[in-house]
């Protein structure tokens, strides 16, 4: 079992920045691939980046590419969410997820995930 839970969401003007952070505690998190979601009312959740277990690979969505940045720290079982130039877009409840398996950007293939923290940007 993880446990995850995520912290950093807010409200947020257009072009500024949150940093999100998932602390993770259970089974062997530095083992663990490492996935953000996000779901706006109405949408369906939508795969934002993921992260493998040591960080050598990262994958992100076009529509957050080079705006966003996902680090993980193994000895804090934390994994970051660096969000910068936001825009009222991103605007959604982001959730990180664990998986045992590979990496992957399919919500369905990720065992765990956290309750959520919203992240509003105003126009």
């Known amino acids: 079992q993880v446990q995850l839970v995520e912290s950093g969401g807010g409200l947020v003007q257009a072009g500024g920045s949150l940093r999100l952070s998932c602390a993770a505690s259970g089974r062997t998190f530095s083992r663990t691939a490492m996935g953000w979601f996000r779901q706006a009312p109405g949408k369906e959740r939508e795969f934002v980046v993921f992260?493998?277990?040591?960080?050598?690979?990262?994958y992100y969505a076009d529509s957050v590419k080079g705006r966003f940045t996902i680090s993980r720290d193994n000895a804090k079982n934390t994994v970051y969410l660096q969000m910068n130039s936001l825009k009222p877009e991103d605007t959604a409840v982001y959730y990180c997820?664990?998986?045992?398996?590979?990496?992957?950007?399919?919500?369905?293939?990720?065992?765990?995930w956290g309750q959520g923290t919203q992240v509003t940007v105003s126009s």
């Open positions: 997820a664990a998986t045992s398996g590979l990496v992957t950007s399919r919500a369905y293939e990720y065992d765990y």
């Open positions: 992260i493998t277990w040591s960080g050598g690979t990262t």
